[in-house]
């Protein structure tokens, strides 16, 4: 069974275009979140939702506009796409038990802008 | 400001020799620290975590040592193989953060 799902797992598209990403949770957790991993690796976070109320927005620019309909979803919707936005994108779930914060990731969105 | 990093981005080892992945942080407030692993083409996997209140934490082949005083986690695995090959990751929190600060990452390199 499939923890944390992400769809599409790639994504190529033309700058300036309009695109969205799913991603779906099945471990009943409450916090969900979005991450970008660029070419080098690093993995930053940019939004965090509980219980579909936003909690974390990463100096992100508004053309992500993360949506939550209810907690085991988490879309990421991104408008005018540019060529910076190329990356991988992972969305993860979490719930704090006994001080332990361990996030579940999905396997990530390869978008490639051109 | 909040910044975890590692002292070396690839490291090489032979097979069946025990590698040791180092990240300093520097966040004081820091209570609770994971190491993830991410093989290519997919997401970081949980391997093993700690919190403040101790030093060292063992699991199956890796051990996870925390250094307070000095702001240093360090993950040993031993007897790697093969499938240990992949990026590496140190990421730290504490209590109200609501979010990881993930390390720069370490590329591990098994030799047969």
């Known amino acids: 069974d499939t923890a944390v799902s992400q769809t599409p797992k790639y994504l190529v598209t033309q700058m300036g275009n309009d695109k969205s990403i799913k991603c779906e949770q099945n471990?009943?957790?409450?916090?969900m979140y979005w991450y970008k991993q660029d070419s080098k690796k690093f993995l930053k976070i940019m939004f965090s939702y509980n219980n579909k109320e936003l909690i974390i927005n990463e100096t992100v620019p508004n053309r992500f506009s993360p949506k939550s309909p209810d907690k085991a979803h988490l879309n990421l919707h991104i408008n005018s796409l540019e060529l910076g936005d190329s990356a991988v994108y992972f969305c993860a779930s979490s719930q704090e038990t006994s001080g332990r914060y361990e996030q579940y990731f999905g396997p990530g969105t390869r978008l490639t802008v051109t | 400001g909040e910044s975890v990093g590692l002292h070396l981005p690839t490291l090489s080892v032979q097979e069946g020799d025990n590698s040791i992945i180092n990240c300093a942080y520097s966040?004081?407030?820091?209570?609770?620290f994971i190491w993830y692993k991410q093989e290519s083409g997919k997401g970081p996997q949980f391997i093993i975590d700690?919190?403040?209140?101790?030093d060292k934490r063992q699991g199956q082949r890796v051990t996870v040592l925390l250094n307070k005083t000095v702001k240093h986690l360090s993950l040993q695995i031993a007897a790697t193989q093969p499938g240990d090959s992949a990026v590496y990751f140190c990421?730290?929190?504490?209590?109200?953060?609501?979010?990881?600060?993930f390390g720069q990452g370490t590329r591990l390199t098994i030799n047969p």
């Open positions: 990421a730290e929190t504490h209590q109200g953060a609501q979010k990881l600060v």
């Open positions: 471990l009943g957790h409450d916090t």
């Open positions: 966040n004081s407030a820091s209570d609770y």
């Open positions: 700690i919190r403040s209140n101790m």
